[in-house]
């Protein structure tokens, strides 16, 4: 007989492989492939996907393109963006039970009933932060502001007394570890440039980041209060932070320069990458992601 922790893994592995091979026939690569769509809808797809990707707008594929993300500085960047943000995140999630359970002398299932606040606080947070960020065209600053409420959160885990002010703190590491990845996996797919390039800088950042699933499951060892596991968390907050700070320096540099491109240096730069197609968002027409209102349509 399967022990219950087997069954654990049957019951919540098994509809994610039947859905992954159904999804496999049934989502299409492509608004041009997407039967669903009449001929009117699928223009019109096709024109919102072409304005809103400016001049990286390209569906072709080479393994030359590909294989360029890797001599790409913003993939490492980004990789590196992703593992900290999961080492911290991930921390939180495998341990939090554990972490409450320490604020008092609660009962098993006083425990998981405390986490469900955590996570509708955070489920808001995800919702909130994803619809102000999509709403002004902004990624960067709403991670620093995210992390910013995360290392007020670990602090107050820290170092405050009683339990009202612990689980406060909780929650707010739980709402900023969780908010940040929608935004943080939005940036990186807004500045890579062509369906190629962005496909491949996406696999490999997220297959990267994810290694700080592995980081986060060692970090909580020194129970009660966590402080060395808590600090490790910090830590991870505060290098991603300064990581975007210093990636958004960079975007708005070398946004300028491209503003001020003559006709000459534009053309050097498309001949140095060997076509348009492999320049991407490198082209000198493209912009990378910062700060922009986006108008509704009426």
């Known amino acids: 007989a399967l022990k219950e922790w087997q069954l654990l893994f049957l019951v919540e592995g098994l509809p994610n492989l039947i859905v992954a091979v159904l999804i496999w026939f049934m989502l299409p690569d492509s608004p041009e492939t997407a039967r669903f769509l009449t001929e009117d809808e699928r223009a019109y797809v096709l024109a919102r996907l072409k304005v809103d990707a400016g001049a990286s707008y390209d569906h ?43 604020l008092g002398s609660f009962q098993n299932y006083v425990v998981q009933a405390l986490t469900i606040p955590v996570y509708a606080v955070a489920f808001l947070a995800i919702v909130l932060t994803s619809y102000t960020s999509d709403r002004y065209g902004d990624r960067s600053f709403h991670m620093i502001g995210i992390n910013l409420v995360g290392m007020v959160g670990f602090l107050l885990l820290m170092y405050a007394s009683g339990f009202g002010a612990t689980y406060f703190g909780a929650i707010l590491a739980t709402a900023s570890v ?32 994810t290694i700080g699933g592995a980081i986060g499951g060692q970090i909580y060892f020194d129970s009660p209060k966590y402080f060395h596991g808590h600090t490790i968390a910090i830590s991870c907050i505060a290098a991603q932070t300064a990581l975007v700070v210093g990636l958004r320096i960079l975007f708005v540099f070398t946004n ?4 001020t491109m003559s006709e000459e240096e534009k053309a050097a730069v498309v001949e140095r990458y060997g076509s348009v197609e492999m320049a991407g968002d490198r082209m000198p027409e493209y912009r990378y992601t910062l700060f922009v209102i986006i108008q509704s349509e009426n």
């Open 256 to 259: 300028s320069r491209r503003a």
């Open 60 to 102: 072709s594929f080479s393994w030359a393109q590909l294989l360029s993300v890797l001599a790409d500085y913003k993939t490492w960047v980004y990789s590196l963006i992703y593992l900290s943000g999961t080492s911290a995140l991930q921390g939180v999630t495998y341990f939090l039970p554990t972490i409450i359970s320490g």
């Open 178 to 209: 969780y908010a940040n990845v929608s935004v943080k996996a939005a940036w990186f797919n807004n500045n890579f440039g062509g369906l190629t390039r962005r496909a491949a800088a996406t696999g490999l950042i997220v297959s990267l980041g």
